[in-house]
């Protein structure tokens, strides 16, 4: 490689002190862990609290009940380790409802979605109850929200015989729409049942709705689960003939598609399009291209991988993968002009080593290479931006002990001592 060539006479530069998070993350984080009376995150508040005073927990955090806390994203949470509380939390949310007397049809739509995110079907037939015990007639869109419930919670005859009531309804008010076919399309595309989402599909055109981006990842997602590759091909180009922007997942489920049958060439003209469209990927998607090229031996295409995803702007997680993948690789084969061209190019990004494999594999290099002197200028170059574990100190005392640098050996001993590590 050219570009490999001209690296010999480059530094390792020092990592830039720069904050890679935004102040709308910083805005949400707040939002969601913190409260304006403490420090204590509302989440851990609740885990803390017990089953009695949950409801004293949330009435000392809100004096209303408040609409722009981000409520579905806590209850997910808290539903992954605390169940009945977060029961607790949908309760005390329909409580205050009642309490205010409120006939906001919204509110009450809104609560039923929430019931989603915690796979409570009983919580939110009794929300609906409560509507409609004030005279609220109920929307499509509060039926909906009781279908996705249903379909989250495994109750697909529920969400069927919803959907029925929706048909026969002679009032119109909450005849099925486009979300209506949506929501059974998603629940079928998830089980890979193929037959069944497209049988959804055919029912929503022949409703008069047409095929919107999210049918079209459903679709596609149902076909790459169900390893029918060319009929998800299909709809992914039947989507861009017909003028749709394909969101994210869309996109990450076509490079998951590309990494499977193994097709670099696809996986890069995606690529540029989730560039060119702005979008960010995530880890899991970027994990499977970074084993296929490495897999492959593609250093070019991870070379550009690096370039492409970090001025697309991804995020630090996502870049730290990719650069050490590029530095695992020089390291295998110890390059280490390249290694460490790669290394201060990630710290000079604000990036530094995610975990500790990649870091002894840079060492290992150094030692096989008995480049001693390049070893410390690589330690003393990540010492600020990654914390050295008791295995990497233990791994530098093994290869100086094995070279007969007992002076070197001392330090990297004396410096375990310091971090903890007797």
Request: glycine share 6%; net charge neutral; with cysteine.
């Amino acid at each position: 490689m050219a570009a490999a060539s001209s690296r010999i006479s480059r530094p390792i530069f020092r990592p830039e002190n720069r904050s890679l998070i935004t102040e709308s993350g910083r805005r949400l984080a707040r939002l969601l862990f913190t409260t304006s009376s403490t420090d204590i995150p509302l989440l851990q508040k609740l885990l803390k609290a017990p089953l009695s005073k949950i409801g004293a927990t949330l009435d000392s955090e809100f004096s209303s009940d408040s609409a722009e806390f981000p409520w579905a994203a806590l209850l997910s949470s808290l539903n992954s380790s605390a169940p009945q509380k977060a029961n607790l939390v949908i309760e005390w949310k329909l409580d205050k409802l009642t309490e205010h007397e409120s006939k906001n049809r919204d509110c009450y739509a809104q609560l039923i979605s929430l019931c989603k995110n915690i796979r409570n079907l009983r919580i939110a037939f009794r929300v609906f109850s409560s509507m409609e015990a004030r005279g609220i007639k109920p929307t499509s869109t509060i039926f909906n929200a009781l279908i996705h419930t249903s379909l989250s919670s495994g109750n697909l005859l529920t969400a069927l015989s919803l959907f029925e009531t929706m048909v026969a309804s002679s009032e119109g008010g909450y005849k099925p729409d486009s979300d209506t076919y949506n929501a059974f399309i998603s629940a079928y595309a998830n089980l890979g049942n193929k037959n069944a989402t497209e049988s959804w599909l055919t029912a929503k055109k022949e409703s008069g709705f047409s095929v919107d981006a999210q049918t079209y990842g459903f679709l596609i997602q149902c076909c790459i689960k169900s390893k029918k590759y060319d009929d998800a091909q299909n709809y992914f180009d039947e989507m861009i003939l017909s003028g749709l922007m394909p969101n994210e997942s869309i996109f990450e489920n076509m490079i998951v598609m590309y990494c499977q049958q193994r097709n670099p060439i696809r996986v890069k003209d995606i690529l540029k399009l989730v560039v060119d469209s702005r979008l960010k990927i995530d880890r899991n998607t970027v994990k499977k291209v970074v084993d296929l090229y490495g897999g492959l031996g593609l250093v070019d295409e991870l070379e550009e991988l690096v370039l492409t995803l970090t001025e697309s702007g991804q995020t630090s997680e996502v870049l730290s993968m990719v650069h050490c993948s590029v530095i695992r690789l020089y390291a295998e084969v110890d390059r280490l002009n390249d290694v460490e061209y790669s290394v201060g190019r990630m710290l000079k990004g604000g990036i530094s080593f995610g975990c500790e494999e990649d870091v002894e594999k840079v060492i290992c290099s150094y030692f096989r290479a008995e480049a001693y002197d390049r070893l410390d200028l690589f330690l003393e170059c990540i010492r600020d931006s990654y914390k050295l574990t008791r295995s990497i100190y233990e791994l530098l005392g093994a290869g100086y002990r094995r070279a007969g640098l007992s002076e070197k050996l001392n330090a990297v001993v004396n410096e375990m001592k310091v971090a903890g590590f007797s």
